[in-house]
């Protein structure tokens, strides 16, 4: 067990840290609510960390529904939250897509699909897979597997293992995107978390420095910013 001197300074070394902190990263589900139910408090604190003056930016690898059909879902459970401040997986995926003029096949919930609209999906080049619990199926994923297999780019909105819904836990896209690695000896990009330039992307887009940001979540191995400062 740590000693009191030794807490003392861990302490001191938090608050030091602390002082220069302007930007805060707050992961969504599990963090500030589970479906359409707000954790405890979480309204509250949000409106406190807003009236402290830091500057606010949501990451999420949330792929099954649109940013604005999920903006509009937290706003109705009653956060205080601007589009713009929302940084989603789909929405940075959707960027790699355009600026690389791929024609993705998705697989993906028919909501999170939205976030496409106007891409050119003809003729695909590209596999890009997220979560979609009717989308993930035997078929889908074999037409996959073949355009892979055919040089189709690989393309993992995220790969997290589960997530918690209303429930318990339940599969991420993660276990499918490694099936199909397995299967086509192809690593997938992954775009979202864990990925360090998604989380630059969201830091620099409130104009503040790597080292004045901190993130708050609910899996420490999942939202670590420590791969930034390697």
Known sequence: ????????????????????????????????????????????????????????????????????????????????????????????????????????????????????????????NAVVIGLGKAELNYSNLNIAFRLLNSGAEFIAVHKGKYYRDESDLSLGPGPFVTALEYATDKEAIVIGKPSPNFFVCAIESTGCELSEAVMIGDVILVVCLEPLYL
């Open 1 to 124: 067990m740590a000693s009191q001197a030794t807490l003392k300074t861990v302490g001191q070394d938090w608050k030091q840290v602390f002082a220069k902190i302007k930007c805060i990263l707050i992961d969504l589900s599990g963090t500030l609510h589970i479906g359409d139910t707000p954790i405890e408090d979480a309204v509250s604190a949000l409106q406190r960390l807003r009236n402290a003056g830091y500057k606010i930016r949501f990451v999420t690898n949330t792929t099954k529904e649109s940013q604005r059909s999920l903006h509009q879902r937290l706003t109705n459970m009653g956060f205080e939250m601007h589009l713009e401040e929302m940084i989603t997986s789909l929405v940075a995926t959707r960027k790699y897509v355009e600026k690389r003029n791929l024609k993705p096949f998705l697989i993906l919930d028919k909501k999170a699909a939205e976030e496409f609209e106007g891409v050119n999906c003809d003729d695909p």
